[in-house]
DNA sequence: CTGCTTGCAAATAGTTTGCACGTTC
DNA sequence: GAACGTGCAAACTATTTGCAAGCAG
């Protein structure tokens, strides 16, 4: 298990879905998929150039769109002008505190009950993947109960 | 009743906040009251300058942030990048359909359940006043079933 | 009159685009 | 070698900020 093999193994995700396996492509994924947080253009490319040469900041936006259109990355909007990238996995969801700012997770379960509670009263089917609300904290939601 | 008497009433709860009642608040808070939608900066600036003389796109932002602080309006984020702006009435959500991109509206109460449950699972309180979802609105979920 | 607000102009920040060159298949 | 992708530089767009002058209380 070489870092190599990480390389071939993205390389073949990226062919199997039609895409050409560049350079740019295979770092920008190998970077998303060694955390789970969700990380800025800035952060990824950042990331990036500690290992591989150097990589535009243009590219870094045109791979991430394309991974998304290709199901591979998904976009996440915490609330601050930065859109937030995150590997593709499974569904999590967040809560951006108002009060002190703590991006806290949330598992699935509520999330889905609520989702097929839409779909029954209007018929609409909410993308629930990585959902943000915001909202108060356990810890802030404690204090202001004083 | 004469639009002056509006302007005077939008004076008095300015007032009533501690708020200079000057007339770029008082211009923004009408053109806000007006609809029930989410506007741009721009649509807003647009709509105050029919009728009143000028306002700078500057003090727009600063007046919707200090509306905001204040309770009288509510920042929106539909997912374009321009943040939309709403007079504070009823909670009401939406939905954005990634397919045709129709902003749907949807009542309350499956989302003041879907609060409590958070609340109950996690601690979190969540604002539930003008949640954004993204996903199919019913007639693209319709048609994707086939 | 005293401080909160505004207009103006300029600066930011994040993101997008056109184009010539390099890479992938 | 044909199509696709990348670097570079420049353009954009929404938003923010400093400052001097204006208006509200």
Redesign the pocket.
């Known amino acids: 298990m070489q870092s190599t093999d990480v390389v071939e193994s993205i390389?073949r995700v990226?062919?199997d879905r039609g895409?050409?396996?560049?350079?740019?492509?295979v770092s920008v994924l190998e970077v998303l998929r060694e955390g789970h947080e969700h990380r800025?253009?800035?952060d990824i490319r950042a990331q990036i150039l500690e290992r591989y040469p150097?990589?535009?900041?243009?590219?870094?936006?045109?791979?991430l769109?394309?991974l998304e259109e290709h199901g591979l990355a998904v976009r996440v909007e915490l609330g601050d002008?930065?859109?937030r990238w995150a590997y593709m996995t499974d569904a999590h969801h967040h809560m951006v505190c108002r009060r002190c700012g703590a991006v806290a997770e949330m598992g699935d379960a509520p999330f889905q009950r609520f989702a097929d509670d839409l779909t029954g009263a209007y018929g609409v089917r909410v993308d629930m993947q990585h959902l943000v609300l915001h909202g108060l904290c356990r810890r802030c939601a404690a204090r202001s109960d004083t």
């Open positions: 390389k990226l062919r895409l050409h396996a560049t350079s740019a492509r800025s253009v800035e150097m990589i535009d900041p243009s590219t870094v936006y045109r791979t769109e394309t002008k930065r859109t």
